[in-house]
């Protein structure tokens, strides 16, 4: 069995601990992991559903009637970064991107130990980085933003903090449509 070894950690607003794990395979393949308690949030081997997230959404934005030819999108939760890098990919020069990111240390975590994984994406000028809950972008946002695209707590359900929740619930949902 392979042991991980712990790069880091950041403590999340609120209560409880991010863990960056690095762990490299027999076949010299290295794979990074973020953990909560003992739970697995991501892993660098998956990032499918991630970049799917961008590909989705933007290809459905450039069909809706009136969309602009360079949107400004909201990214909640950076992750890995593999929504980012996807988006970047498919957006034009003069579009613009905030990503919200809850605990900085993750910003910190794809600028070191991730680097030659998450790219250089939060360097981009099209980049905008909003330290703090996506979900006070998304009150103060009132048609701000073109596509919201939401990857935090792997689904509807507060596993990183409880405060999220609120994002998905009627008011919030509402929220992020007006």
């Known amino acids: 069995m392979i042991v991980p070894e712990l790069l880091g950690t950041a403590a999340i607003p609120g209560g409880g601990e ?16 973020i953990v909560l308690g003992g739970k697995e949030l991501m892993n660098s081997r ?18 809706r009637p009136g969309a602009a030819a360079d949107p400004h999108i909201l990214i909640g939760g950076y992750g890995m970064g593999f929504t980012l890098r996807k988006a970047l990919s498919l957006l034009g020069p003069e579009a613009l991107v905030t990503v919200a990111e809850l605990v900085p240390e993750i910003l910190d975590w794809a600028r070191g130990p991730m680097a030659a994984l998450t790219g250089d994406g939060l360097d981009d000028l099209r980049v ?48 992020a449509r007006a």
């Open 128 to 175: 905008q980085i909003a330290h703090g809950d996506v979900g006070f972008l998304i009150s103060g946002g009132e048609g701000r933003y073109d596509a919201i695209l939401l990857d935090i707590d792997n689904g509807p359900d507060g596993l990183v903090r409880d405060e999220n929740n609120r994002i998905y619930s009627k008011t919030g949902l509402a929220e």
């Open 46 to 63: 998956m990032r499918g559903s991630e970049e799917a997230l961008a590909e989705m959404t933007l290809w459905r934005l450039g069909t």
């Open 18 to 33: 991010l863990k960056l794990l690095r762990r490299v395979g027999s076949n010299g393949q290295t794979d990074f992991m």
